[in-house]
């Protein structure tokens, strides 16, 4: 098998701003077409079914991400290890490590399904969801989890083929089919009448077409990260190399994810209308949050390829052009969503008072992501360097300490407000990035040790 071809980038050599570019580019519209899977739920929810609706799909959103994160985690993982075979031409390796990644996430996929199930209500009441919300999003969730594989394969495929340099063709494929969710949504909910449960099966549909669109292309490349299901197998030295860098990643993403349950029962205090609103602000805000994500998975990648070849200062070189690329984009977007934030926030409903909470939300909060950038971009760098464990104690320390921390205080010894209970997201921003900024500093930035 070839080791590369002419869809995969090296990424050790040549310009590091056309690299992370060419890169990060097509990993973030791709983001984007991903996103609109639950964005386009929303807006159907909003628009054609009722706020209560619209509450219990925006209230699904941590319990989906507590159970997805941990094995996002172990995919962050992978990538770093398959990047650094890759950009050290060990093709022995890194077929290893694509057999092992493979076999864990049919795994994952069988715990996934049914624990989510499992846990469905029991989350729900936990987070205090009222009575007219309750039915929906439980639902919606038994659903959604009951075809999460998809989602899950998918994403191991795509970061199977991020790892080598390639965001082009997962890109495409989720073009194709968040174009075939939208239709499928319509069909569903105006066409069959299927309320909530229709955008649910919607979207299961067309993860599910993905997950065979990404396998397929794997199994049948030619290039040294082709998946050759004879040799499917867990190979455990590989896949403690794998969690020694995705199990932090892992944990801290869970952690955080279910530290955000409190932050929705807050939130649920104030009824389905500030619940509804507060659903809106989130699907802008992770809108927003795309481009330094992916810039985030750039460096990552970056990172791991050129430590894999032994090149460790053009490894941090990059790592400071991506920070700045990825601060520059995100505010010229904060911008925009701060002028037209209202408008913005009507694309998923037509309710003025629901429109009133989530502009309230978008304008508080949406510079202080300015922060947020710093704290990604580290992250993804320091783990590709081999290093999850120190993001992973800073982003539990700032996210869900200091959060957590901030809420009681607030809600008990200040004001309860929808207002105040929202700014606690930008709280643990700041806090994170003066702890990580100085970690990376006292640490010398990338170095060629790492903790692998």
Known sequence: MRISSGHTRDMTSGSIVRDIILFSLP????????????????????????????????????????????????????????ARYFGGRDMERLHTAVETTMAVTILFCLLT????????????????????????????????????????????????????????????????????????????????????????????????????????????????????????????????????????????????????????????????VCMAGWSCYNRLNQFIMLPMQSMAMAATTFVSQNIGAGKTRRAREGTVRTLVMADLVTLVIAVLLFVFASPATGLFTEDEEVISYGVLFLRANIFFLLFNCINHVLAGALRGAGDSRGPMIIMLGSFVAVRQIYLFVVTRFIANTPFLVGFGYPVGWMVCCVVEVTYFIRRRGIRKKTAI
């Not at 929303?42 to 941990?70: D, Q």
């Not at 199990?247 to 389905?272: K, L, R």
């Open 27 to 82: 990993l973030m519209l791709g983001n984007i077409f991903q996103m609109l899977y639950n964005t386009v739920d929303v807006i159907v929810v909003g628009n054609y079914v009722g706020r209560e609706a619209l509450a219990a799909v925006g209230s699904t959103t941590v319990i989906v991400n507590m159970m997805v994160f941990f094995f996002n985690g172990f995919s962050v993982g992978a990538g770093v290890m398959i």
């Open 113 to 272: 399904t049914l624990g989510g199930i499992a846990l469905v209500r029991p989350m729900l009441l936990f987070m205090a969801t009222p009575d007219d919300v309750m039915e929906d999003a439980v639902t919606y969730l038994t659903i959604y989890f009951g075809g999460i594989s998809g989602l899950l394969v998918y994403n191991m495929g795509s970061g199977i083929l991020r790892a080598v340099g390639d965001t082009t063709r997962p890109l495409l494929f989720l073009i194709l089919t968040s174009v075939l969710n939208i239709v499928l949504d319509f069909v569903f909910v105006l066409w069959l009448n299927a309320g909530i449960a229709g955008v649910g099966f919607a979207t299961v549909l067309a993860q599910m077409i993905s997950a065979v669109l990404v396998l397929v292309l794997l199994t049948r490349t030619t290039d040294s990260y082709r998946l050759v299901w004879r040799d499917l197998k867990i190979d455990l030295p590989m896949l403690r190399e794998i969690f020694a860098v995705g199990m932090p990643a892992g944990i801290q993403s869970v952690i955080t994810a279910f530290s955000n349950v409190f932050v929705q029962s807050y939130i649920n205090f104030f009824g389905s």
